[in-house]
């Protein structure tokens, strides 16, 4: 069965560094896109950053130029490097996946960066 399992969250300083990892199984890794989300206390789920099968990335406006999302195939696992956190990142992390017939979702990762 699809498993992604976060780790790295945890409590940091403004202006700080974390890197969150997501192990992947059950599907073929390389070839889908991966995605990182966040959920922050009364607000909706928010895509934060994507790569493709190829290492094409996206990401939201709110982390351009702080984060970077990339990716080890042989290690099946997706990370987000966040540099200079800010307060207002503070939320729980999600990898997810689409493999088409169906999403998948980590049991995410707590992000807290105190001010």
């Known amino acids: 069965q699809v498993q992604l399992v976060e780790s790295g969250g945890g409590l940091v300083q403004a202006g700080g560094s974390l890197r969150l990892s997501c192990a992947a199984s059950?599907?073929?890794?390389?070839?889908?896109?991966m995605d990182w989300y966040r959920q922050a206390p009364g607000k909706r789920r928010e895509l934060v950053a994507s790569?493709?099968?190829?290492?094409?990335?996206n990401y939201a406006d709110s982390v351009k130029g702080r984060f970077t999302i990339s990716r080890d195939n042989a290690k099946n696992t997706v990370y987000l490097q966040m540099n200079s956190l800010k307060p207002e990142d503070t939320a729980v992390y999600y990898c997810?996946?689409?493999?088409?017939?169906?999403?998948?979702w980590g049991q995410g990762t707590q992000v807290t960066v105190s001010s």
């Open positions: 997810a996946v689409d493999t088409g017939p169906d999403d998948y």
């Open positions: 059950g599907f073929i890794f390389s070839i889908n896109v």
């Open positions: 790569i493709t099968s190829s290492g094409s990335t």
